[in-house]
């Protein structure tokens, strides 16, 4: 049984009751109870089927492993066919969707078919048809060759949940997925409990219940921490890393990420339209400085936007070293000049640009403040602003962004060119990426990557298109992102996910 309740702020709140359950409800003793930064605003996949992923209720027919390589989801075998313009996928067998439903091909094709009809990952794949086989085998065809087609299969906005979770307007109103854990109570924006589902196909979970807690105060998440409120917090201030390590009770993990802070730049800004000007707001951070004092990892200091495990993508010579001098006499000879206060001035008016960013991620306001005081020292007069993440699209769309510190994550679709022809390709860039940055041959090499088969070709196109980005600046890298978590030693199993596609809530078990 389900019933909805619209709370009196327009949150949504969602209770199922599964008849067939013998579990007891919720408790302290008997919930793994996790923290973390983001809220969900819907309960659809297509805007926040992340938060569904990561809690193991919904699953996508590819998954990704550590390394952003392809593995068997609910599909177990996939073909490449027609020079790229089939796919087939081979369904797992004895899959039921948490209303106790055998999940079907139909339900498959159904679920993509919605999925692909909907803003998000799907945008730009070129699907002319998805069809049934038979009941072990779909096909998806396209129009032309998709390279990154796998790695949208694997995105949450491409979950397969039973076709009774949507509505007759394909808005879903329930979440009935195929996971270890099923939903037991949402509530937007903040709460979500999960129960175990008896009858998952794989490694069904040991704990009974799972409670995920949104909250943007990184210093409340490091207090539910220290005092045992959370089991597993998420996205902790490095700053307090330390102190929480010498706590009996917690381990602290480091993890890598394919996520990256940058500065995001309008090219078509007066100030910014040359490459040399971006260069020398590049010149002039001191990223070593930042990446050891903010982040507490000074060896995740970058200037290029991807990782080097993303080896084709990741030039070997680049500097990142701070260069206050080349920085000033770049503008220079635009013209610029210091007046009397120290700040650059031409034709009577200031080097003065905006930045915006938010305080989801704790670490993103002590940075843009680092990079106040740095350009301070270039003479360049910068305006920060703490808002919603959400300004940062508002103001590429109207143009009326100059800069935006974000925490960019390059793995959300797992193979990077899928991001990077959203970030680069469009005739603004994109609304994560590049701004009014105009680079035909970029766009060119993007799209021509979409069908080239060769690996040493694939290598060398993106090598060129790395190094446009380093050269030019459209977006300025400041640091690799690094997540710090804190798990208590009452639980055994916890592994991290850097593409952050699931929690391996699964995996988890109570120490005994």
């Known amino acids: 049984m389900q019933f909805v309740k619209a709370t009196a702020f327009g949150a949504l709140t969602l209770f199922t009751f599964a008849a067939s359950t013998l579990q007891a409800a919720p408790t302290e003793q008997n919930t793994v109870k996790i923290n973390a930064a983001f809220e969900f605003s819907s309960i659809d996949p297509s805007r926040s089927g992340y938060v569904f992923t990561r809690m193991q209720v919904i699953e996508t027919l590819l998954n990704v492993d550590t390394q952003g390589n392809l593995i068997p989801g609910l599909a177990t075998e996939w073909q490449i066919l027609e020079q790229g313009k089939r796919w087939r996928l081979s369904l797992r067998d004895g899959v039921v969707f948490h209303n106790d439903k055998p999940m079907t091909a139909a339900d ?38 998709y390279q990154p087609l ?27 997925g195929t996971g270890p854990f099923r939903t037991y109570e949402i509530n937007t924006p903040h709460r979500l409990v999960v129960e175990k589902f008896p009858q998952y196909w794989g490694q069904t979970a040991q704990v009974e219940y799972v409670r995920y807690l949104t909250g943007h ?84 200091a970058t200037a290029q936007i991807l990782p080097s495990y993303m080896a084709d993508w990741h030039l070997a010579d680049t500097n990142i070293e701070q260069d206050l001098a080349q920085a000033k006499a770049l503008l ?79 793995g959300t679709i797992a193979d990077p060119l899928g991001i990077l022809l959203k970030d680069l390709a469009g005739e603004k860039g994109g609304d994560w990426g590049a701004m ?24 060398q196109k993106a090598q060129t298109i790395a190094q446009a980005i380093y050269d030019e600046r459209p977006l300025i890298p400041v640091a690799s992102y690094v997540q710090q978590t804190a798990v208590t030693k009452k639980l055994d199993g916890f592994r991290f996910d850097p593409y952050e596609r699931s929690y391996f809530l699964n995996e988890l078990s109570w120490v005994k």
């Open 436 to 459: 009014n940055w105009d680079n035909e041959s970029v766009k060119t090499s993007l799209n021509e990557l979409l069908s080239e088969s060769d690996a040493n070709a694939y290598r």
């Open 217 to 300: 105060r990184a210093e409340a998440r490091v207090l539910q921490a220290r005092s045992g409120q959370a089991d597993i917090v998420f996205g902790l201030d490095p700053a307090a890393a330390p102190m929480l390590k010498r706590l009996p009770n917690l381990s602290v993990i480091r993890s890598d990420l394919p996520r990256t802070l940058v500065v995001k730049v309008n090219a078509a800004h007066p100030d910014m339209k040359t490459v040399e000007a971006r260069q020398a707001l590049s010149l002039a951070l001191n990223r070593r400085g930042i990446a050891a004092a903010v982040l507490r990892a000074p060896e995740a």
């Open 108 to 145: 498959v094709v159904a679920a993509l078919n919605l999925a692909k009809s909907k803003p998000g990952a799907w945008q730009g794949v070129p699907v002319t048809n998805i069809k049934v086989v038979d009941e072990q085998h779909i096909d998806i065809e396209l129009s032309t060759a």
């Open 332 to 410: 220079h000879a635009q013209g610029w000049q210091e007046n009397s206060e120290g700040w650059l001035e031409k034709d009577g008016k200031l080097f003065e640009i905006d930045m915006i960013t938010y305080a989801d991620r704790p670490e993103l306001t002590t940075v843009a403040t680092a990079i106040q005081d740095q350009w301070r020292q270039l003479g360049v007069k910068l305006n920060v602003s703490i808002t919603n993440s959400s300004a940062i699209p508002a103001g590429h769309a109207d143009n009326s962004l100059d800069t935006a510190l974000m925490a960019r994550n390059y």
């Open 150 to 176: 796998g790695a949208i299969l694997a995105n949450y906005a491409s979950a397969i949940l039973a076709p009774e979770s949507f509505g007759a307007d394909g808005v879903a109103t329930q979440v009935i």
